[in-house]
């Protein structure tokens, strides 16, 4: 039997460098956690504070210093709701948007050039494997949460 724990750790870390090695775009230096906060805007129509740091599984407060940081980048804009003061929605702005393109294009150029030593079939079932892993992993009691 395969070690499955190694096989996720090299993956893991395989993944890690990855998004380390993508981040720099222009003059801006985007951190591996910043770069997931990005994705999360873009990928979500006006989505609150609290709907990111949740789908981040971040705490409110850690979360809020990293939203303050890329609003000082210009990277980011927090608004008030109109519908509740309390709540802020985030939008990225134009550098925002552009800083999310070169990294969204760098993660595809990547794993394109990965899926490329595989045939057709081994690449289908990858992706088959990887939706029913997280599928799966939605559906654990102990996703992510330390078993110990």
């Known amino acids: 039997m395969e070690n499955k724990r190694e096989i996720f750790h090299v993956l893991t870390r395989r993944f890690g460098l990855l998004d380390k090695n ?4 222009g003059n801006f230096e985007i951190s591996l956690v910043q770069s997931h906060i990005i994705y999360e805007i873009d990928k979500r129509n006006e989505p609150s ?6 789908s981040l599984a971040m705490d409110i407060t850690t979360f809020s210093r ?3 940081t890329l609003v000082q980048m210009d990277l980011v804009k927090k608004t008030p709701s109109p519908h509740d003061k309390r709540v802020s ?3 990225l702005t134009v550098q925002g948007k552009f800083v999310a393109a070169n990294i969204d294009h760098s993660m ?3 794993l394109e050039e990965v899926f490329s030593h595989m ?7 990858v992706i ?3 939706n029913l892993l997280n599928e799966a992993m939605s559906k654990s009691s102990v996703c992510c949460k330390p078993l110990y």
Do not use: K, P
């Open 22 to 25: 993508c981040c720099t775009v």
């Open 49 to 54: 504070m609290q709907q990111i740091a949740e």
């Open 66 to 68: 990293q939203i303050q």
């Open 89 to 91: 929605i985030l939008s």
């Open 108 to 110: 595809n150029t990547y």
């Open 119 to 125: 045939n057709e079939f081994e690449r289908e079932t």
């Open 128 to 130: 088959r494997s990887l």
